[in-house]
């Protein structure tokens, strides 16, 4: 009904130089109504948010608010919270050493007649405040003293007392266990029936069937469909998320040869780490190509980070070559014959102001210690014998990184794990953000390689690159293992895998 309606966003285009982040996106969000809105990475579901919270302006569009004539533009997320609009992050930002009483109120303190924070006041609000939303919390305490779940209960509590009619909560359980998930999922529904409207970012499919009423798709900035939850099998989501009709989905079988091998590389039993990936088993044969597949958030990052001791496993046992491994850092992977290319290559793979060169010696350099230097002749005959290997177009071995393009960056991180021969390479999207030819490029490289006997992961958003590549798949949802698909693979046997079936 339409005086049920709190807030339309329409037509909503906003452009950053030389991306189009949203083009005619568009939610709609109702009273007492929880909003799932989905997308892979880059769909535009954080730039819509920012839209509305005031953190970035429209290129054009329009948004509307009960109660308010005419359309809204909000120029701060200060004028967002004055209309009723608030958000809480994954990411906490309230000030941990300072009382919960004093997070509820800061910048609102109550007063004495004297201009003096009237503590007691505060502390007797701020408890009911807390007894009214069912959280159990001592408000004299700091917010340290409590966990990231309770931490972010306080932020929802001080937005809804701040009279907030919108509540976006963007990724906050993806830190949470399972019971602090269920405690944030009865505030939720609480709220809920007070008749806020709430929009919930994640990428946890079995929460959105779970607590959600209705579900809004993005893809590559565009408006895919509005949904009911109940009217909306998994498999069909994912299909709206990741952009495929299933009346043309094809078999794709491998290319190349695989190199036959009974030969155990790695393998891995009850690995975990606590809030990011629950115990798994793994195993690859020498010559193997395995892709680890699943949505974005599903616990494919983390897997892969947890064998390689990025993340450092707290159970389970890991086998290199028949061996146990305790890597307590990736320095112990590599001399162990390990590499990984990593999914954020700015952040976690490459010194931008480093050259080629530099880049490319880096981990065989680790590895010998900081007390062996390389000869220079020896790093440039590296450099430049993996330059001329994987056609990296550069001016020279001494450019700068960040000069290169996106596809020649991820080949020079790429040349980097191939200077150690490793037996074991983690792939991490490694095409992400590079062009058709680079990609194919990449796929014969994978191909090759395990045709030389080298062991692959390969995760890709792509899952028509994994067929090509891969000979058996890993399937993830939720920061858990859930299928393992060889054989005959298939675009629907893959998505339906991470969909988990057609119930509701």
């Known amino acids: 009904m339409e005086d049920q309606i709190l807030l339309t966003m329409r037509n909503i285009c906003k452009a950053f130089p ?13 009273k007492g109504e929880i909003h ?42 200060l004028e967002a919270q004055k209309i009723g609009i608030a958000t809480v992050y994954q990411e906490i930002n309230l000030c941990p050493n300072l009382s919960v009483a004093e997070n509820l109120f800061i ?49 929802i509590a001080r937005a809804v007392d701040m009279d907030c009619r919108i509540l976006i909560l963007d990724e906050p359980t993806s830190s949470l266990d399972d019971g602090e998930v269920a405690k944030l999922f009865k505030l939720m529904l609480r709220l809920k029936e007070e008749g806020v409207g709430i929009i919930f970012i994640t990428h946890f499919l079995e929460q959105v069937y779970m607590v959600c009423d209705r579900i809004t798709v993005l893809r590559n900035g565009r408006f895919v469909g509005e949904y009911g939850v109940a009217e909306l099998p998994r498999v069909k989501l994912v299909a709206a998320m ?17 190199t036959k091998s009974s030969e155990v590389v790695v393998e891995a039993k009850g690995l975990s780490h606590k809030g990011k990936i629950k115990p798994f088993d793994f195993m690859i044969r020498k010559g193997e190509v ?35 491994l305790k890597a307590k850092a990736p320095i112990d992977s590599i001399k162990a014959g390990m590499g990984f290319l990593p999914d954020d290559r700015k952040a976690e793979g490459l010194i931008g102001e480093l050259s080629v060169r530099e880049n490319i010696i880096l981990a065989m350099q680790a590895r010998e210690g900081v007390f062996k230097t390389l000869p220079s002749a020896k790093q440039n005959e590296l450099a430049d014998k993996f330059i001329e290997m994987l056609q990296i177009k550069t001016a020279s071995r ?14 020079v991180i790429l040349a980097r ?32 390689f395990a045709s030389e006997g080298m062991s692959v992961v390969f995760i890709s958003s792509e899952i028509e690159e994994m067929l090509r590549t891969c000979s058996r798949m890993c399937v993830m949802r939720d920061g858990t293992k859930v299928d393992e698909i060889e054989g005959e693979m298939t675009q629907h046997s893959v998505m339906a895998a991470i969909a988990g079936g057609e119930a509701r």
């Open 18 to 30: 030389g991306v189009k982040a949203l083009d005619n996106a568009e939610i709609t969000l109702r």
């Open 36 to 77: 799932a809105l989905m997308g892979e990475n880059g769909a535009g579901k954080s730039t819509l948010i920012k839209v509305l919270t005031g953190v970035h302006q429209f290129d054009s569009g329009e948004i509307r608010l009960q109660g308010i004539d005419g359309p809204v533009i909000n120029r701060s997320t």
């Open 107 to 155: 910048g609102r303190e109550p007063k004495t007649r004297f201009g003096l924070v009237d503590w007691r006041t505060m502390n007797k609000k701020a408890k009911k405040i807390m007894d009214d939303l069912g959280i159990d919390v001592d408000v004299t305490l700091t917010l340290e003293n409590y966990s990231l779940a309770v931490q972010q209960m306080i932020a």
């Open 242 to 258: 990741l952009g495929k009709d299933f009346d043309d989905l094809a078999s794709i079988k491998p290319e190349g040869g695989e």
């Open 290 to 324: 395995v892709g680890v597949t699943g949505l974005l958030g599903s616990g494919r990052s983390e897997m892969v980070r947890c064998i390689y001791g990025a993340d450092r496993a707290q159970t389970g046992t890991l086998k290199m070559k028949g061996r146990e």
């Open 398 to 411: 001494e450019t700068p990184v960040n000069q290169l393009s996106g596809g020649n960056q991820q080949k």
């Open 417 to 448: 794990w191939l200077c150690t021969h490793p037996d074991f390479l983690i792939l991490d999207e490694p095409t992400r953000g590079i062009d058709v030819g680079t990609k194919t490029e990449f796929q014969k490289l994978i191909l090759k």
